[in-house]
């Protein structure tokens, strides 16, 4: 059975750090493309950041970039997102995907991540 399972949310303050964690199981971690998504309310979700299976290479979001690190371990079978100085308008719920290339992809349930004073 598939799964991936994110974890790490919560309400930080203006400037503070997350991590976010997906563990992932039921499918061959290592050789799929892994994101992460977010949407805040009344919005439509949008790609946040991406590590490749084949080199581990990244890309982001311009308006996270200098701030987020997507990272894997596909040993531990998880992919994280480390998110520093937080700002209100990264309120949103969170997702994890995982993308094999041209063919199918999987979701997570979502975690809130609520940035506020």
């Known amino acids: 059975q598939v799964q991936l399972v994110e974890s790490g949310g919560g309400l930080v303050q203006p400037g503070g750090s997350l991590r976010l964690s997906c563990a992932a199981s039921g499918f061959t971690f290592s050789r799929y493309r892994l994101s992460w998504y977010r949407q805040a309310p009344g919005k439509e979700r949008e790609l946040v950041a991406v590590?490749?299976?084949?080199?581990?290479?990244?890309n982001y979001a311009d308006s996270v970039k200098g701030r987020f690190t997507i990272s894997r371990d596909n040993v531990k079978n998880t992919v994280y997102l480390e998110m520093n100085s937080l700002k209100p308008e990264d309120t949103a719920v969170y997702y994890c995907n995982a993308l094999f290339v041209g063919n199918h992809d999987f979701w997570g349930q979502g975690t809130q991540v609520t940035v506020s004073s």
């Open positions: 590590i490749t299976w084949s080199n581990n290479s990244t």
